[in-house]
């Protein structure tokens, strides 16, 4: 059973290029979550998705910034003209239910120059 | 709003000692959940060890348990027989255990280097 896969691992975008970060949740997952850790510090939480629904986009900064879970295929987070600030990790998370452990993936790491 | 606090930014300890690592939180939730996760140098984010709040017997996991304290809002883990490969950043989480929002809150992280 694989676990979340993350794509790509790293990622450099010049500013005001478009990054499209993807996540594949574990088989069976149709709870996604995506999460974003600035360096030398936690990992903040941004959205909560559950097949083709946003149910929390509290996280998510109000402009620039999406994202998607379709009926097929990865969920993606979607950033338009990156700004070097948008430079950190992105991690995605899934699980079975709304509830419990969250089974994270290997990140991706964006790099804005 | 639920707030996390790890208090130690950095902790070492020697191979086969004991290590403890401070956790508090703040909420006026009484059904959630606790976590300790791990992050190697890999980034890779590795549960260690949960705790639903409802229950009072601590969580054990191998070398690791914790020592929940409800009523205090406390949560630290004690990581025994220490070993190089449990070098890590370390982070406390919470999550609410109703209302439909799966969403960590993390705290900002211990960093633990184990020495030989």
């Known amino acids: 059973n694989a676990g979340v896969m993350q794509n790509p691992r790293h990622l450099v975008r010049r500013r005001g290029q478009e990054a499209r970060l993807r996540c594949s949740p574990m088989?069976?997952?149709?709870?996604v979550y995506w999460y974003r850790q600035l360096p030398e510090e936690g990992l903040k939480f941004m959205v909560y998705?559950?097949?083709?629904?946003?149910?929390?986009e509290s996280g998510m900064p109000k402009e620039r910034f999406s994202a998607e879970f379709p009926k097929e295929g990865p969920s993606i987070l979607r950033i338009q003209q990156v700004v070097r600030g948008d430079s950190a990790a992105y991690f995605c998370?899934?699980?079975?239910?709304?509830?419990?452990?969250?089974?994270f993936g290997p990140g991706t790491r964006l790099t804005v120059l | 709003a639920q707030t996390v606090t790890q208090s130690q930014p950095e902790m070492s300890v020697q191979e086969a000692e004991t290590v403890t690592l401070s956790c508090t939180y703040d909420?006026?939730?009484?059904?959630?959940?606790l976590f300790w996760y791990k992050q190697p140098p890999s980034r890779q984010m590795i549960l260690v060890i949960r705790?639903?709040?409802?229950?009072?017997q601590n969580a054990t996991e191998n070398r690791f348990s914790v020592n929940f304290q409800k009523a205090a809002k406390s949560f630290s883990l004690k990581i025994s027989d220490s070993q190089l490969g449990d070098t890590a950043m370390y982070f406390c989480?919470?999550?609410?255990?109703?209302?439909?929002?799966?969403?960590?809150?993390f705290g900002q992280g211990t960093t633990l280097q184990v020495k030989p």
């Open positions: 998370a899934s699980s079975p239910t709304g509830v419990g452990e969250q089974f």
């Open positions: 088989k069976g997952h149709s709870h």
């Open positions: 998705l559950q097949k083709e629904n946003i149910i929390d």
């Open positions: 909420t006026s939730e009484n059904n959630y959940y």
């Open positions: 705790q639903e709040a409802y229950k009072q």
């Open positions: 989480a919470f999550m609410k255990g109703s209302g439909n929002t799966g969403k960590l809150i």
